[in-house]
């Protein structure tokens, strides 16, 4: 199989490139999603203070801390997908290229 990749390169094949434009979809995806909710938060913080700053459980605590944990949670969230998917899909694909190329 390498003799019919000689002369070939793996940055001129369309599998790659196609590859690459996938996973940069997915990345960018997700980059927006995260960009979403931290904005979102932080537009909550400069133009509903009133709604973060509800008691909740009758206590001291304000509902804007259990939003901005989940702000951070989603953030390991999102990059848990991202490195599932990277680990299963992407990683698998790429490695095949390379040995198909002999790299």
Known sequence: MESDRQGSDLASDERYHALVRRRSRFAWGLSAVMLAIFFGYILLIAFRRDILAMPIGGG????GI???IGVILAGIALTG???????????PAFDALRREYGL
Request: no cysteine; hydrophobic share 40%; glycine share 6%.
């Open 66 to 68: 259990p939003v901005g």
């Open 60 to 63: 001291v605590t304000s509902l």
């Open 81 to 91: 997908v991202y490195v599932r998917k990277a680990n299963r899909e992407f990683d």
